[in-house]
């Protein structure tokens, strides 16, 4: 049956005709068969002004308009169109309600079609697309979008993009299409007729599904274990001299820099001779095929298996995806990679299956997101969370249906041949290199190394991230809204959540004690909520009142305190309280173990659905047993040797409190728990000295008996011709003036060095405060044509996503601060200009930083030289290492903070740096210099 779809994009005045908002510009475009077949498109005299903000978004003035004709005008024709069609509209809802409010006040009957939204659409089909904007779908999907927020041509990508959304839908498996069929009836587009009928088609005809897996009602892309050629890795190829003679030959056309020669050297020999190592890479030197080769050469020779740990998912990916294809092409033999992240990353198919049946919930984000899952499946290899772009409320859905080691049914779940995770491990486990990341790493020393397979040699990648992901592995922390997410998750007996389920499966195998367990239940969970609320909101109260410490930024104030505090007379009521919420709550498990093992006795009655929630029951449980040990931990405070401390949301509910221990030092654990037991881990990074010195490192990470063999690999960069250091001298210091004033002059001095780099400029901060101030304080300064503004926290989106928008225009300023000081990577001319506002000291109330303070000073050293400047010396060089990413990058560093050139310790920022031009002088003689150097740069 052929369908007609109108695609209707509208540009107007505001966002609400009921509020006197008019349209502007109609365009429509009618798509039969696949094709586009008509157009409509024509400016409309809305008999009011155009406001400047809809003038410049859309590029339309009052002049295009003057002369248009009316909407009464254009309504027929309009109409005509539209009659008998599906009406389509990126965002629907907003065109469709606006149009509906013209016709309404032109003297029109209401609309009554079918309604298609191409951003849900878009959401379900596309789930690789960075974002689902029009433009950023135009982009994803290679679409000529000539004018965007002109509604001629919006309409017109609006309508290709549904074509291609529609071809899609036609390609699914037929039994995919099945399983979206009721989900789709809950969201907004009108797919029904769609659906049924590509169903029934598709149904007539033989499908080619040689691509796809079919089981128990769910569609996976087949995945074929690739096949190894085994007699390259033959014993008499595997010496170490022969692997380098071939190595040698195969590397004629391929480009080793000196530093990543050296560094290829410096990890073979640490690695033949079980010794570890500390390697500062700059920025160019290529560290990861610095270690790579070297790493599998010995994976090979040896038979073990080689770990890459990163910091960072992305850098995992980027390993996997760009740097192990070219060692294939590079090494003499073949290798098996695999990459192993966290058992949060993968779903698990047996709860997303049972989470299909499910068919009374009517929540939005949960059914768009089962949606999204089921196409994805299709596509597939990995089952990673980080190949879909969900939304907050898809993440809470992700958080029920991941796999995790409390739920999993092991072998004796059908889909564990096919499980994601599983199948990672298998293939971890018949590796040579291993690429993981910390979390991953420290996860698997905590438990036994029951994670990952045996190792002895491997690399840390981003190892300045080192010890903040070791302390925060072997700490402890709970919070009011973890304990609150378990106890709904029990729920009540009239509930649809774990009780009310398990009192249904007990009275259906007739189990006599399941009256023991649940008469009084409802009125026993409600009461541990109270309990609950009560302990957590006198936690908060105990925080306000003796907290001296606080982060404007997050809006949170701190309290430290130790087992004294936690026995002291003032902190008895919450004591007390504990003493009963943990004792109600031990009534609860020992209540739930009850019908559990009566439940387990008829085991053999069980379907595997209900083998599945007596799982994920037994998880709930270990869950709530874990949580109850972590709060007792942190409310006896027993540890010296960990810190202590309580956060509270000053602006958030009652009870919006987080607890925390962490351990004051890591370098005990990580020489016991990790140095001792492997026989060769390498450390690189382009920023793990200072003052040209690992000293700092080695006594953090506990490397002092070990010994390490360090390596400091200068950049093949020329910072000399490609970088300027330029430091204001007329600038105050924060100490000198005000905040307000001190905002003031920083707004106004960026905008001169602004308006010389013509944007192309990256601003880091320290305080998300600062930085909301001086972004509110350049506006006003700024002519929006002039110069775009893009900041974190005021402009959605992720670091990459600001980053990706960034670059996308000529005149842009990028306002960061914590996350963008490193991993971003601008390069080209899309940044010619660096502007550090203030030296990266972490704040002196940190509890972590204050416990290690003292514990420093106790030991007779000095907390600034030994700690603080060490850690914004790192800091200040992975924001330095932002500007310069290739040999043909060049540009400006300022720095606003005079502490740099007129104290002792701030020449120590300058002496970590690779050697460049310093010029220290008034901002107006720094803006003329920058201007003729950058013109001189330019010059062809």
Same mark, same amino acid.
């Given at each position: 049956?052929?369908r007609r779809?109108?695609?209707v994009?509208?540009?107007?005045?505001?966002?609400?005709?009921?509020?006197?908002?008019r349209?502007?510009?109609?365009?429509?475009?009618?798509?039969?068969?696949?094709?586009?077949v008509?157009?409509?498109?024509?400016?409309?005299?809305?008999?009011?002004?155009?406001p400047?903000?809809?003038?410049?978004l859309t590029?339309?003035?009052?002049q295009?308009?003057?002369?248009?004709?009316?909407?009464e005008?254009?309504?027929?024709?309009?109409l005509?169109?539209?009659?008998?069609a599906?009406?389509?509209?990126?965002?629907?809802s907003?065109?469709?309600?606006?149009?509906?409010g013209e016709?309404?006040?032109? &003297?029109y009957?209401?609309?009554?079609?079918?309604?298609?939204?191409?951003?849900e659409?878009?959401?379900?089909?596309?789930?690789?697309a960075?974002?689902y904007?029009?433009n950023?779908?135009?982009?994803?999907?290679?679409l000529?979008?000539l004018?965007?927020?002109?509604?001629d041509?919006?309409a017109?990508?609006?309508?290709e993009?549904?074509?291609h959304?529609?071809?899609?839908?036609?390609q699914?498996?037929?039994?995919?299409?099945?399983?979206?069929?009721?989900i789709?009836k809950?969201?907004?587009?009108?797919?029904e007729?769609i659906l049924?009928?590509?169903i029934?088609?598709? *149904?007539?005809?033989i499908?080619?599904?040689?691509g796809?897996?079919?089981?128990?009602q769910l569609v996976?892309k087949?995945v074929?274990?690739?096949?190894?050629?085994e007699?390259?890795r033959?014993?008499?190829?595997?010496?170490? =001299?022969l692997?380098?003679?071939k190595?040698?030959?195969?590397?004629v056309?391929?480009?080793?820099r000196e530093?990543?020669k050296?560094?290829m050297?410096t990890v073979?020999?640490?690695?033949q001779?079980n010794e570890?190592?500390?390697?500062?890479?700059g920025?160019g030197v290529?560290?990861?095929?610095?270690y790579?080769i070297?790493?599998?050469?010995?994976s090979?020779r040896?038979?073990?298996?080689?770990?890459v740990?990163?910091?960072?998912v992305?850098?995992q990916q980027?390993?996997?995806?760009?740097?192990v294809?070219l060692?294939?092409?590079i090494?003499?033999f073949?290798?098996?990679?695999a =990459?192993l992240?966290?058992?949060?990353?993968?779903?698990?198919?047996r709860?997303?299956?049972?989470?299909?049946q499910?068919t009374l919930?009517?929540n939005?984000d949960?059914?768009?997101?089962?949606?999204?899952?089921?196409?994805?499946?299709?596509?597939?290899?990995?089952?990673d969370v980080?190949e879909?772009n969900?939304?907050?409320g898809?993440r809470?859905?992700?958080a029920?249906?991941?796999?995790?080691a409390?739920?999993?049914?092991?072998i004796r779940?059908?889909?564990?041949?096919?499980?994601f995770?599983?199948?990672k491990?298998?293939?971890a486990?018949?590796?040579?290199?291993?690429?993981?990341?910390?979390?991953?790493?420290?996860?698997d020393?905590?438990?036994?190394?029951?994670?990952?397979?045996?190792?002895?040699?491997?690399?840390i990648?981003?190892?300045h991230?080192l010890?903040?992901?070791?302390?925060?592995?072997?700490?402890?922390?709970?919070?009011?809204f973890a304990f609150?997410?378990l106890?709904e998750?029990l &729920?009540t007996?009239d509930?649809?959540?774990?009780a009310?389920?398990?009192?249904?499966?007990a009275?259906l195998?007739?189990l006599?004690?399941s009256t023991d367990?649940f008469?009084?239940w409802?009125?026993?969970?409600?009461?541990?909520k109270?309990?609950?609320?009560?302990?957590f909101?006198?936690?908060k109260?105990?925080v306000l009142n &003796?907290?001296?410490?606080?982060a404007p930024d997050?809006g949170?104030?701190?309290?430290?305190?130790s087992?004294?505090?936690t026995g002291?007379p003032?902190f008895?009521?919450?004591?007390?309280?504990f003493d009963?919420?943990?004792?109600?709550?031990?009534?609860?498990?020992k209540?739930?173990r009850?019908?559990?093992?009566?439940?387990?006795e008829k085991?053999?009655?069980?379907?595997?659905?209900?083998k599945g929630?007596?799982?994920?029951?037994?998880?709930?449980r270990?869950d709530?047993?874990?949580?109850?040990?972590?709060? *007792?931990h942190?409310?006896?405070?027993?540890?010296h040797?960990?810190?202590?401390?309580l956060?509270?949301?000053?602006?958030?509910a009652?009870?919006?409190?987080?607890?925390y221990?962490?351990?004051?030092?890591?370098?005990d654990?990580?020489?016991?728990?990790f140095?001792a037991k492997?026989?060769?881990?390498?450390?690189? *990074?382009?920023t793990?000295?200072?003052?040209n010195s690992f000293?700092?490192?080695?006594?953090?990470?506990?490397?002092?008996d070990?010994?390490?063999v360090?390596?400091?690999l200068?950049?093949?960069?020329h910072?000399?011709?490609?970088v300027?250091?330029m430091?204001?001298?007329d600038?105050p210091?924060?100490?000198?003036?005000d905040a307000?004033?001190?905002?003031s002059?920083?707004?106004?001095?960026?905008y001169?060095?602004a308006?010389v780099?013509?944007g192309?400029?990256?601003?880091l901060f320290?305080?998300?405060e600062?930085?909301?101030?001086?972004?509110?304080?350049?506006?006003?300064?700024?002519d929006?044509?002039e110069?775009?503004?893009?900041?974190?926290?005021?402009?959605s989106?992720?670091r990459?996503?600001l980053?990706?928008?960034?670059k996308k225009?000529?005149?842009a300023?990028?306002?960061?601060?914590?996350s963008f000081?490193? &991993?971003?990577?601008i390069p080209g001319?899309?940044l010619?200009?660096?502007?550090?506002?203030?030296?990266?000291?972490?704040p002196?109330?940190n509890?972590?930083t204050?416990?290690?303070?003292?514990?420093i000073?106790a030991?007779?050293?000095?907390?600034?030289?030994d700690?603080?400047?060490p850690?914004?010396?790192?800091?200040f060089?992975?924001g330095?290492g932002?500007? =310069?990413?290739s040999?043909?990058?060049?540009g400006a560093?300022f720095?606003?903070?005079?502490r740099?050139?007129?104290t002792r310790?701030?020449? *120590?920022?300058?002496s970590?740096?690779?050697?460049?031009p310093?010029?220290?002088?008034?901002?107006?003689?720094?803006?003329s210099s920058?201007?003729?150097w950058?013109k001189?740069k330019?010059?062809?």
């Amino acid at each position: 049956m052929k369908r007609r779809y109108v695609v209707v994009d509208l540009e107007t005045t505001g966002n609400s005709p009921a509020r006197g908002d008019r349209i502007i510009q109609v365009g429509a475009v009618c798509v039969e068969d696949g094709e586009i077949v008509s157009r409509f498109s024509s400016f409309v005299q809305p008999g009011i002004s155009i406001p400047p903000f809809i003038e410049q978004l859309t590029g339309i003035d009052d002049q295009m308009v003057k002369g248009a004709p009316t909407f009464e005008e254009i309504a027929p024709e309009l109409l005509q169109m539209m009659d008998g069609a599906y009406f389509v509209a990126h965002n629907v809802s907003f065109d469709y309600s606006f149009l509906q409010g013209e016709l309404e006040a032109a &003297g029109y009957m209401p609309l009554s079609m079918p309604l298609l939204d191409t951003v849900e659409l878009s959401r379900i089909l596309l789930h690789d697309a960075d974002g689902y904007q029009l433009n950023q779908l135009a982009d994803h999907l290679g679409l000529v979008h000539l004018n965007p927020h002109q509604a001629d041509s919006d309409a017109e990508v609006t309508a290709e993009l549904l074509m291609h959304l529609l071809y899609k839908l036609k390609q699914l498996p037929v039994v995919t299409l099945e399983r979206l069929e009721p989900i789709l009836k809950k969201l907004q587009s009108s797919t029904e007729r769609i659906l049924s009928d590509i169903i029934a088609e598709k *149904s007539r005809v033989i499908q080619d599904d040689t691509g796809y897996d079919f089981y128990r009602q769910l569609v996976l892309k087949k995945v074929d274990r690739p096949l190894h050629e085994e007699e390259d890795r033959d014993a008499a190829e595997t010496t170490a =001299v022969l692997l380098r003679e071939k190595l040698k030959q195969h590397m004629v056309q391929f480009e080793v820099r000196e530093s990543q020669k050296t560094m290829m050297e410096t990890v073979e020999h640490a690695l033949q001779n079980n010794e570890h190592a500390l390697i500062e890479a700059g920025t160019g030197v290529g560290k990861s095929l610095g270690y790579l080769i070297p790493g599998v050469l010995h994976s090979v020779r040896t038979g073990r298996p080689f770990v890459v740990s990163t910091h960072t998912v992305q850098l995992q990916q980027q390993i996997l995806d760009r740097d192990v294809p070219l060692l294939s092409r590079i090494m003499p033999f073949s290798f098996r990679a695999a =990459v192993l992240k966290g058992r949060s990353h993968y779903l698990c198919l047996r709860k997303f299956e049972h989470s299909l049946q499910d068919t009374l919930d009517d929540n939005y984000d949960t059914n768009l997101t089962k949606a999204q899952i089921l196409v994805w499946l299709t596509e597939t290899e990995h089952g990673d969370v980080e190949e879909l772009n969900l939304s907050s409320g898809g993440r809470l859905f992700w958080a029920q249906v991941k796999s995790d080691a409390n739920t999993c049914l092991g072998i004796r779940c059908p889909w564990f041949s096919r499980c994601f995770y599983h199948r990672k491990r298998r293939e971890a486990h018949g590796a040579d290199l291993i690429i993981t990341n910390h979390a991953m790493l420290f996860t698997d020393i905590k438990s036994d190394s029951q994670l990952l397979p045996a190792y002895k040699e491997a690399v840390i990648d981003e190892a300045h991230h080192l010890e903040e992901v070791v302390s925060d592995h072997f700490g402890t922390q709970t919070d009011y809204f973890a304990f609150h997410r378990l106890i709904e998750r029990l &729920g009540t007996t009239d509930s649809s959540q774990a009780a009310s389920r398990l009192l249904q499966l007990a009275n259906l195998l007739e189990l006599p004690k399941s009256t023991d367990v649940f008469t009084d239940w409802n009125d026993k969970l409600n009461e541990l909520k109270q309990e609950l609320d009560e302990m957590f909101r006198l936690l908060k109260w105990f925080v306000l009142n &003796g907290s001296k410490s606080s982060a404007p930024d997050t809006g949170k104030v701190y309290l430290r305190y130790s087992s004294e505090d936690t026995g002291s007379p003032a902190f008895a009521p919450v004591a007390e309280m504990f003493d009963r919420f943990s004792s109600m709550v031990r009534d609860m498990l020992k209540r739930l173990r009850l019908i559990t093992k009566a439940v387990m006795e008829k085991e053999d009655h069980l379907n595997f659905q209900q083998k599945g929630f007596m799982a994920d029951l037994t998880g709930l449980r270990s869950d709530l047993e874990e949580e109850l040990s972590s709060l *007792s931990h942190l409310l006896t405070a027993p540890g010296h040797d960990e810190v202590y401390w309580l956060e509270a949301d000053i602006k958030g509910a009652r009870h919006a409190v987080w607890l925390y221990a962490k351990p004051v030092e890591i370098a005990d654990i990580l020489a016991d728990e990790f140095f001792a037991k492997k026989k060769s881990v390498v450390m690189t *990074s382009a920023t793990i000295s200072v003052r040209n010195s690992f000293r700092y490192m080695i006594d953090r990470l506990g490397l002092g008996d070990f010994g390490p063999v360090t390596a400091q690999l200068p950049s093949p960069f020329h910072y000399e011709s490609q970088v300027r250091l330029m430091i204001p001298s007329d600038l105050p210091l924060i100490s000198e003036v005000d905040a307000k004033t001190f905002t003031s002059m920083v707004s106004r001095s960026l905008y001169e060095i602004a308006k010389v780099t013509k944007g192309r400029m990256l601003v880091l901060f320290t305080s998300y405060e600062m930085l909301r101030e001086t972004h509110s304080l350049f506006k006003e300064l700024a002519d929006e044509e002039e110069l775009v503004l893009i900041a974190q926290g005021i402009d959605s989106g992720s670091r990459a996503r600001l980053t990706k928008n960034f670059k996308k225009f000529d005149r842009a300023v990028l306002f960061g601060t914590s996350s963008f000081w490193e &991993g971003i990577d601008i390069p080209g001319d899309s940044l010619t200009c660096l502007v550090i506002v203030r030296l990266p000291f972490s704040p002196p109330d940190n509890p972590v930083t204050n416990a290690r303070s003292e514990k420093i000073r106790a030991a007779g050293g000095n907390p600034f030289y030994d700690l603080s400047l060490p850690q914004a010396i790192i800091r200040f060089k992975q924001g330095f290492g932002r500007l =310069v990413r290739s040999q043909s990058d060049y540009g400006a560093v300022f720095v606003f903070d005079r502490r740099i050139t007129e104290t002792r310790y701030g020449r *120590s920022f300058i002496s970590s740096l690779p050697k460049l031009p310093v010029d220290i002088k008034p901002l107006h003689e720094l803006t003329s210099s920058l201007s003729s150097w950058l013109k001189e740069k330019e010059r062809p």
